[in-house]
């Protein structure tokens, strides 16, 4: 049996769910996409992906052939073909990519290709994304600074969701080739400032306040906006600021957000311990009370997939030596 991807609005097995050469994404890295997760098979925060990803179409003048309802409607068809491939202990990870489709001047003369935007839906397990990451609730991330710069929003539009990545490849390059290990980039924008993770959004907390960079020049993630949530629950003053390196490593604690592993504690930063070089109080209460509103002990659930992990494998954040 082979998962399903939705295609344009037809199911077609994973293995020929293919791109033409000519699309537009190959040519330009012009897609844009969204990826979630469930837990206990229940997506979360799936509409505001949803509300993102036609954002980042109209940003950049891509016009989706289906509303958003039926692209929500779509999402739960996908997971429902694909459910029974699926394990009890699985969670679904979708992804939602759509590029423009065949250049112009390719799609008068190139046979077999449906012409216009495609619209593809992938799910799968979870577990593929996470299980490698397992041990850093334990031990935490190195949060290094690579010499890649991100790139501001007045050359490209960070808020949008795209796969035009190659200054986070180079980065994630950059950094993996360091001594040590669990090294993750933690880029600066052209003024000097922290923005963001190569995948994720980084946090601070010093004195009992949870800091974020400004949401200028960095992808205003789903999960950085749930930890807002969670500290106006938890009664814990949340800001966005500036932050220089220099508060990072002064900072009490630190932490990443991403869809996938929720909140990482960062225990080192340039490979100097950050406080005691442990998981803080205040990022471990957000895990905690992150866990218990989705009812899945999400450091738990990860943890429990660490047995697939292949250490030999490469990963966003790590490439073979």
């Known amino acids: ?93 979708i992804m939602i990519d759509i590029s423009r489709g065949l250049l112009g001047i390719y799609e008068a003369n190139v046979r077999g290709v449906k012409p216009g935007p495609n619209v593809i839906i992938a799910d799968f397990p979870l577990r593929w994304t996470v299980s490698a990451m397992a041990h850093l609730f334990d031990s935490g991330i190195n949060a290094v600074i690579p010499s890649q710069r991100n790139i501001p929003a007045d050359l490209l539009e960070p808020k949008v969701k795209n796969r035009s990545r190659i200054h986070y490849l180079m980065a994630n390059i950059e950094v993996s080739k360091m001594k040590g290990k669990d090294n993750w980039a933690l880029l600066l924008d052209p003024d000097g400032y922290i923005s963001e993770g190569t995948d994720d959004n980084f946090f601070i907390v010093k004195d009992g306040v949870i800091i974020t960079p400004e949401g200028r020049n960095i992808l205003r993630g789903i999960s950085r906006d749930y930890i807002f949530e969670l500290a106006d629950q938890l009664d814990i003053p949340c800001v966005e600021r500036n932050i220089e390196p220099y ?45 218990d509103n989705v009812g899945v002990d999400i450091a738990g659930q990860i943890k429990s997939y660490a047995k697939d992990a292949d250490s030999n494998s490469p990963t966003p954040y790590e490439f073979k030596k």
Not at 77 to 85: C, F, Q, R, V, Y
Request: a negative charge; one cysteine or more.
């Open 1 to 93: 049996m082979e998962r399903l991807v939705w295609w344009n609005g037809e199911f077609v097995k994973e293995s020929e769910a293919k791109i033409s050469i000519y699309d537009s994404a190959l040519m330009f890295g012009d897609m844009i996409f969204e990826m979630t997760r469930s837990f206990n098979k229940k997506q979360f925060k799936l509409r505001e992906h949803l509300e993102r990803l036609y954002q980042s179409a109209k940003h950049i003048h891509l016009d989706i052939p289906i509303t958003i309802d039926e692209m929500e409607q779509a999402v739960y068809d996908t997971i429902e073909a694909n459910e029974h491939l699926f394990g009890d202990d699985d969670e679904h990870r």
């Open 247 to 291: 508060d990072v490593m002064f900072a009490d604690e630190a932490f990443m957000t991403a869809t996938p592993f929720c909140i990482l504690p960062v225990t080192r930063f340039n490979h100097n311990p950050i406080a005691d070089g442990k998981m803080g109080e205040i990022t471990n209460l957000l895990l905690d009370t992150w866990s």
